[in-house]
């Protein structure tokens, strides 16, 4: 089982600065994510909470069955030690998602608390984003048992977003 965790602001991704992050809406997202699971034999299970507490209860009581974290915790990204700790409890690698070029927006969001506990991050391409960093955690999980046939390869869905680029960010 595969989790994927959006935090604060992502239940309004459709309609929240479109112009920075697109038209794909979160149930669009948790559709793209359990199709390209399920190409893999792996179920989803998500959460999008504004709340903190309710992200770190979740990835606490789901540990021992998760195989990989996809994560988006918007602005606890920036924030959150504690987002940060619990990642680092689980027994499963973590991939962290930003929609946006974080790196080439206001500097406060190039610091990022939670990256260094993840594997890795998919940053600033969009929806698709969730889609690379499900395949990523799939295939690692391919790898492990060996021997089995590859799975169908999932229709990638279309980039809707332009790169964000200039801001404020000044190098
Ligand atoms: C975000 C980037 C964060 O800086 C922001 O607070 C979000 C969304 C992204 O996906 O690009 O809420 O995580």
Redo the contacts with the bound molecule.
């Keep these: 089982m595969i989790l994927l965790v959006n935090?604060?602001?992502?239940n309004l991704l459709g309609e929240r600065e479109p112009e920075?992050?697109g038209s794909t809406t979160l149930p669009d997202i948790e559709k793209m994510v359990e199709e390209a699971c399920a190409a893999y034999g792996q179920s989803v299970k998500a959460i999008q909470s504004n709340y903190e507490g309710a992200l770190l209860d979740f990835l606490q009581e789901n540990r021992r069955e998760a195989k990989g974290v996809i994560i988006?915790?918007?602005?606890?990204?920036?924030t959150s030690r504690a987002l940060h700790d619990c990642l680092k409890a689980l027994p499963c690698p973590s991939v962290e998602?930003?929609?946006?070029?974080?790196h080439a927006?206001e500097a406060w969001?190039r610091r990022d608390l939670v990256a260094p506990a993840t594997r890795g991050q998919v940053?600033?391409l969009g929806a698709t984003?969730y889609y690379f960093a499900a395949v990523w955690l799939c295939s690692q999980l391919g790898e492990q048992s060996a021997g089995e046939e590859a799975p169908e390869a999932v229709d990638l869905p279309p980039a809707d977003l332009e790169p964000v680029v200039g801001g404020d960010y000044e190098g």
Excluded: C, D, F, Q
């Excluded at 998602?97 to 974080?102: L, R």
């Design positions: 935090g604060p602001n992502l920075v992050y988006n915790p918007g602005a606890l990204s920036h998602v930003h929609i946006s070029n974080v927006r969001r940053v600033g984003g």
